[in-house]
């Protein structure tokens, strides 16, 4: 099976994959530290709340299409219309006024879509500490058929990053809902690199056969 599996590839391709996780683990600090006052949700995002000791207001919370969330205790509130910063102070304080020295956490996750030549691709959910490349790693990075060295990025319909390798994006904090990664597919000399290889021998073979003759 070991033997198999280096004969397709899958050695260097789970190499690359625990590379990028160890790489966005990393990164997770310095994106934190980014200024995310002018982040806003958007409908289908998510905000995780943690109510320390009180397990049933504690949960992810989905943002309607209507822009509203609907929290245990402090009802209804638009999140769609206003900076995050704001909305959090807001929610911090609807629980201040119904909690006694409340402990509250509250994190967005902003939904990206990851497509193409990747493990498991669909919806992402990201923190705000993670990354595009992040977004590719929780995707379960690229399948056999995919080549981290060209990640597109589009956005709003408009593609922001044409071409770039996923190394270059572990740094790239500035997601926003709705942002699509695409892991596009290996060239095809890429993909039948060995046949060519093996068949080059061949030819060669014959070749050194008719000149010996």
Known sequence: MI???????????VRRLL?????????????????????????????????????????????????RLILPLIGQRAVTTMPWIVVRDSLLDGY?????????????MRRVLVLGEVAKPGQILL??????????????????????????????????????????????ADVRSGDQVYVDRLSWFDRNSAFVASAALSLTGILVSIIRR
């Open 19 to 67: 590379g990028l996780v160890a790489a966005c683990a990393l990164a997770a600090s310095a994106a934190s530290a980014q200024d995310n006052s002018a982040f806003v949700l958007r409908p289908g995002d998510v905000v995780k709340v943690l109510v320390w000791r009180e397990k049933e207001m504690s949960g992810d919370f989905k943002v309607d299409e209507a822009g």
């Open 96 to 108: 201040a006024r119904q909690l006694k020295n409340p402990s509250v956490t509250l994190t967005p």
């Open 127 to 172: 923190d705000p500490t993670m990354t595009f490349a992040s977004a590719v790693a929780l995707a379960g990075g690229a399948n056999m058929q995919g080549d981290l060295r060209r990640v597109r990025i589009v956005r709003d319909g408009r593609t922001i990053v044409k071409q770039a390798p996923v190394d270059s994006l572990i740094f790239a």
């Open 3 to 13: 033997n198999s599996c280096r004969s397709f590839g899958c050695v260097p391709f």
